[in-house]
Every structure is written in C-alpha cells, then in structure tokens.
C-alpha cells in the first residue's frame, strides 16, 4: 500500500517569497509522484508530474519539484509567490498502472499574504 | 482541451430525496471515471472506479446502494446519492482518463459538486 505525508497542513507566506511545500511518501514499488493544486469550490488541476528522467521536474506557474528517491520526497518549490498561488495543494503518488489508483495527501493550504 | 464537466455545481436539497450529479468528457473519450468525495478541509477520498459498459468498483466502506454509478457511455457518469441524509453532505468531484492524444494527464478533473443535504 502507499501513503502519502504533507507535514504542513498550512504554510502562510508574503508575497514574493519563496516556499516549499513537503510532501514524503512511502511505497513498496515505484511510484509516480504528482502535485495539484485546488482553488475554493473548484477541482484538481495538475501542477506538475514526475514519471522518471531527470529528478527536477518543472510544472505550471512558475512551481517547481524535486523527486529524492532515498528521502522518499516531492517537494514542491516556487521562488516568488504571488497572491493567485493561495489555493489548497495536494502531493499525489500512482503506482504501478499510470493515472489509475491515486493516493492523495492531506493538502496544504498556502496562503499568500500581501 | 479535456475537460471535464460536472452538473450542477451547486444543489441544495431536503432529506431523503435523491441527487444525481453529472460527469461528462467534452472532448474525448473517458474509458474510466472516477469519483471522489472530500470533507471540509481534508484531501480526496476515492470512492469508486468506472469503466462504460462495465458496472462500478466501489471502495471498500462505501455503500454501492446508496451512491449509484452509472457510465453508460464514453462521456457521462452519473452518481446519484440515493435516499440522501445531512451526513452525505460533501464535495464530489469526478475525473475521467482519456485515450490518445490527452493520456499524458494522468486524469482530468471535473470542478466539483457541493452537495447540501438540509
């Protein structure tokens, strides 16, 4: 079975700082690694992916990640945050079967403060 | 393009009726759909799995005569929340899987129903 941790349930960060949002894992078997993100009364929209290749993975709106395979980590980064990124954001793993079978985490609330 | 709409967004409703809700692919063909549900403030929780033609595969806990599934065709699944209660009350949210040209998303969500059970 698969699980999936978000320490922080909430990260509050002024505008135009960087933040991190963590996100480990624990697996049996490989694993895709996926971030959404969701704004109030709305669905999942995909941030960014990682399938395999390189470790650095780049996604939408300016947020990046970073698979660690011996940390068992997908956290997800972006330099400069704007007001728009508060939203709720959810680390996901997919084992085995791509797109089938997800594992969400418990989602961090960043917010974004002027 | 894919994207995935659910209908309606919103419903209120009066206990013991029953809810259906809508989950269509505008623009392709969804060979499996999904549907979740989520409380305030906590992540999604699968509920069941379907493909069309095929009946549903719910997880485990979830009642299959209480939320009905039906994917009768390669663009709509429908949920219907039989019999509702306040303790229905909740967020669904449907994603559907695609083949060709959009199956490098994993899958595609729809934006959720907020359903309100008085």
């Known amino acids: 079975a698969q699980s999936v941790t978000q320490l922080d349930s909430q990260v509050p960060v002024f505008e135009e700082a960087p933040v991190e949002l963590r996100c480990n894992y624990s697996s049996s078997v490989s694993v895709y690694l996926f971030w959404y993100v969701q704004y109030p009364n709305q669905g999942l929209q995909l941030l960014l992916k990682y399938l395999s290749g390189s470790t650095l993975v780049k996604g939408i709106n300016g947020f990046e990640a970073e698979f660690n395979k011996s940390q068992t980590s997908f956290h997800l980064r972006k330099p400069s945050v704007h007001i728009s990124d508060t939203a709720e954001y959810f680390c996901?793993?997919?084992?085995?079967?791509?797109?089938?079978?997800?594992?969400f985490g418990p989602g961090t609330r960043l917010s974004v403060l002027p | 393009g894919a994207v995935v709409s659910q209908h309606p967004s919103w419903v209120i409703c009066k206990s013991g009726t029953s809810v259906k809700i809508e989950c269509r692919s505008l623009?392709?063909?969804?060979?499996?759909m999904f549907w979740y549900r989520q409380f305030p403030k906590q992540s999604l929780m699968l509920m069941a799995t379907s493909n069309e033609g095929s009946k549903a595969t719910y997880e485990q806990g979830v009642e299959k005569d209480k939320f009905l599934i039906n994917h009768a065709s390669l663009t709509l699944s429908t949920l219907t929340v039989t019999s509702a209660h306040p303790e229905d009350s909740s967020f669904y949210i449907c994603?559907?899987?695609?083949?060709?040209?959009?199956?490098?998303?994993?899958?595609?969500f729809g934006d959720g129903t907020r359903l309100s059970i008085l």
């Open positions: 994603s559907a899987i695609g083949t060709g040209s959009v199956s490098n998303q994993p899958q595609h």
């Open positions: 996901a793993v997919s084992p085995g079967n791509y797109g089938q079978n997800f594992v």
């Open positions: 623009d392709f063909q969804a060979t499996t």
